[in-house]
């Protein structure tokens, strides 16, 4: 028998390494500056044309390499950065893998040229496809010069899905932006078309901080007046945090102006920065949310940045002590009271010949103070030989699964609401349990995923058109999806620098107020697709959200009648679009044995 199984060769090995590592023009400077930093340079200039779509072109004034280091630095794995697998739980570089040289080589044209301090003459090697095709000595200044050309040229279908010669270009100046909060002593410039779009001079935190979150003009010059930067610092054993925040009446409706970074690396981590947004309960607008920007510096060893192609995300060995630390030292410089975090337990099931032994296993009848410890008491109810509620006693429930989702509600069926919560109606075996924002969310998200592939959604035009004002990267996202947020039923112009008109808007959407919904759905535009959904399903998502009914939210019976009728027509009316279950189901059988009918 023929194996079917065979060895890929080198260039289709080098192709889908690539896919990991460059996903786009942005990833390629990503990529090149991180080494020029590691190079220890002091000044960096990017230049990059159509986006960086056709040329892209990265010199430093660093370390250089001499004839052997260019002879290998675009081979897979080769690195500087590593030499053992200890070093691996050591990593105080930004790159430390040696795919990335490798991986643009195999779908670009690549140029690398380099002088070390103690070589006389430079080196030239060029790559084009992952084939080394020429290598020669040259004349040139200590340090690295890197072009790249035509990127994706032998992979057209990853080619096709890049954007927009401005998108692509923006985001590769959102890429230097984060690289330059991160390394603040250094000199970073960026042109497009010959055109200078960045330029950051080696600065302080604190200089860079306010210049990158608006309070102070670009490039220069002192804060911008009436705003107050709070400072917060904090250091214990094996753990440094620096940063700045922005006092709560300067804070926006964007997420854009939150910086993390972790030993110079820039992150995303929902779990810090929900950290610094609880600390601004109480003291922001609804909708609104914290600026700020903070360093993090600790022990390498317990940091994992080897979770991720891009390295935007990464594991803490001590994630509980960081944000601890965030949330103590950002209350600290917002002036807040300390805050004593209670856990509450429920009452256990307890059959009623079991009072008095409850009762004995936590000492005393009365009833605990709140605050005070009862693990110990929890342990003795379930420990060998302690009496608890049986396993009839246990209210019987499943979950909804794809296979018996089908589920037939006759016209006179029973319907009731909940807590202004969950729809519980009458099914012939039993009883199903709705969740209703979920229910609501399933309907809506199918309902827009249809628009987006057909006919666009209807508009209700506003009374009063509402103008709105957004920062550069939220403004990026609505570039992205301008034409996608049409067939919704927005009708959105663009109206000057970083200015919107809202003149139309679903029809579904009867909470749009003065704007906030807009800003609240370019923030999870983004909060989706860094978490991996494409911008048009983070986009159907956010608005799936904002235009469903809310929990707390009374129906009448004929609400209740309609939304069962319509999430049991969708063709996954078991689970939302987040992937949680929307329904749940009681057995009549379940039941009379709950109540001791059998």
Known sequence: MTSTIRVLDESLIGKIAAGEVVERPASVVKELVENSIDAGATKIRVEIKAGG?????????GSGMNREDIALCARRHATSKMASVADLFRIQTLGFRGEALA????????????????????TRLVVEGGMEREMHSMGRARGTTIV????????????????????????????????????PALG???????????????????????????MRPPYGGRTAPGVELLDLAHEEEGLKLEG????????????????????????????MASAVQRCFEGLLPEGHHPIFMLWIDMDPRKIDVNVHPTKREIRLANEGQVVAAIENSVRKSLRLPDTQAFVYAAAPMLRPDSTSRFSESIGTASPAHVGEPIAPALQKLSAPGSTTHDADDQLAMTFVAPATAKIAVTEDAAIWQVHNQ????????????????AAHERINYDRAMAQMDGVAGTSQQLLFPIQLEIGAADFEIFKQIQDDIAKLGFVVRDFGVRTVLVEAVPAELDRFGEGDVFYQLLNDVRDGQHSGRSWREALVL?????????????????EMAHLTGELLKVDSPHISPTDKPIMARMKLSDMERLLRKL
Do not use: M, W
């Open 542 to 558: 956010a608005y799936a959200r904002k235009a469903s009914i809310q929990k707390g939210q009374k129906l009448n019976a004929e």
């Open 148 to 183: 790249v050309k035509n990127l994706f040229f032998n992979t057209p279908a990853r080619r096709k899905f890049l954007r927009s010669v401005d998108a692509e270009a923006r985001h590769v100046a959102q890429t230097i932006i984060h690289l330059a909060a991160g390394y």
């Open 103 to 122: 991986s643009i080589g195999a779908v670009a044209h690549l140029v690398i040229e380099s002088r070390a301090e103690e070589d006389e003459v430079g």
């Open 422 to 437: 969950f729809i519980l109606v009458e099914v012939a075996d039993g009883l199903l349990f709705i969740d209703q924002q």
């Open 188 to 214: 970073i410039e960026l042109e497009h078309q010959d055109r200078q779009v960045l330029n950051y001079t080696p600065a302080s935190r604190r200089e860079r901080a306010a210049e990158l979150l608006g």
């Open 244 to 271: 700045v925040l922005a006092s709560p009446e300067h804070c926006g409706r964007s997420k854009s102006k939150q910086y993390l970074i972790v030993q110079g690396r820039p992150i995303s981590s929902r779990l």
């Open 53 to 61: 779509k056709q040329s892209i072109v990265v010199t430093d004034d």
